[in-house]
């Protein structure tokens, strides 16, 4: 028995050009499982995924045909056929998935509980992305919120988290950049949190100075035009939220040994090959790069994974709400609905006031 279904790919070389490829995958051997992808998120993580998937392995996840990549996407998935006891059909799990119909995992651990696959060519990559969780009955509305919510909450989360460990590196004020966008709000919420916090500051664009206005979450807001003029307390911690290696380099010069950290925490600037890198010949500190999966092992040492699960999930389950308020859900529920989402979150032309929720197999109702 095979599954009937097509997986989007998106070329590795320019993620702007993707295209529906009919895709078959075979009954699942022994040990493994083969889902059908129900939703996922398209956000701007996606598009790190795209643009950072050479160097921090994401290709590595779903192979590809030559040339092709299929991107990860958080979502929901119920599994249609299984060779192991671990997952019955039915059963339906909360991950890491490709914009495919269909996918093929190894799982280990108990039934009912966290699964991690151990597919032969997955077991090196960070176990944060390996891991599956049981989702409870369908329900589009609330697994709609949450493929977009949760996996840029928990990067959220623990870049706060790792700056209130380092004391806010000393700093007066944190500047957000790209601060409409989703991770950046709803770091802005969770730095919010802290009493001991700096100075948060969202950096945006005019056109969407209003709508981070309206967010609430930020102290102050300024946009990359007024950044010359701007009075910003020093030291400073500034947070590149979309790896914009010019705007980083204008932040740099401006303030320069007035930094007290630099962090590049994502890359839908892809046009820009320096956008995810690294510059030590920037005045100040050498930009650093925020890996979400390192920041987790380091705290799951530190606090073990069930408080750390509970910490981030607590803080999550407040944040549904406020998200919820701010945004509006977009179906995108036929091949070209979706091709054409890619194309607008990977071309940096969707609103920061809505929310992606994909499905490729091509009837209503996601």
């Known amino acids: 028995m095979t599954f009937q279904g097509v997986d989007l790919l998106v070329r590795r070389d320019d993620p702007r050009i993707s295209e529906v490829r009919a895709a ?45 990549g299929r991107v990860p996407a958080w979502g929901f998935a119920e ?26 995992i190894t799982p280990t651990g108990k039934p009912g509980s966290r699964l991690l696959d151990a597919t032969p060519h997955r077991r090196q990559l960070p176990a944060l992305y390996n ?11 609330r697994e709609g919120l949450e493929s977009l919510v949760r996996p840029l909450f928990g990067t959220a989360w623990l870049i706060a988290d790792q700056l209130e460990q380092a004391g806010f590196h000393q700093a007066s004020t944190i500047v957000l950049s790209s601060a409409s966008s989703k991770t950046a709000a709803a770091t802005a919420w969770c730095l919010g949190r802290y009493p001991n916090r700096p100075q948060v500051v969202g950096l945006t664009s005019q056109r969407n100075r209003d709508y981070v206005d309206g967010l609430g979450s930020y102290d102050a807001t300024i946009t990359y035009d007024e950044l ?12 590149d939220v979309a790896g914009n290696a010019s705007t980083r380099r204008t932040v740099h010069t401006l303030f320069g040994a007035g930094l007290a950290l630099s962090l590049t925490v994502g890359s839908t600037h892809w046009e820009d090959p320096a956008g995810f890198n690294g510059d030590d010949t920037l ?5 650093q790069m925020f890996f979400a999966p390192s920041q987790i092992e380091k705290r799951t040492t530190e606090l073990g994974r069930h408080e750390l699960v509970r910490l981030i999930g607590g803080a999550q389950n407040e944040y549904l709400d406020v998200f919820a308020q701010s945004t509006s859900i977009v179906l995108a529920t036929t091949h070209d609905d979706v091709q054409s989402a890619w194309s607008a979150t990977s071309g940096g032309s969707t609103e920061p006031s809505s929310g992606i929720v994909a499905t490729l197999r091509d009837h209503t109702g996601v």
């Open 24 to 68: 078959t995958t075979p009954d699942p051997e022994d040990g493994q499982v083969v889902v059908e992808v129900q939703r996922f998120a398209l956000t701007a993580n996606n598009v790190t995924y795209a643009t950072a998937g050479d160097v921090l392995g994401y290709w590595q996840f779903f192979p590809a045909p030559d040339g092709w």
């Open 79 to 104: 599994v249609v056929a299984s060779s192991t006891e671990l997952a019955s059909v039915g059963d339906r799990l909360y991950g890491f998935w490709p914009m495919s119909t269909h996918a093929t």
């Open 131 to 141: 891991a599956y969780l049981p989702a409870g009955p369908e329900d589009p509305t």
């Open 228 to 239: 010359a003029g701007s009075t910003l307390t020093e030291p400073i911690i500034y947070v």
């Open 283 to 287: 005045p100040g500190p050498t930009p």
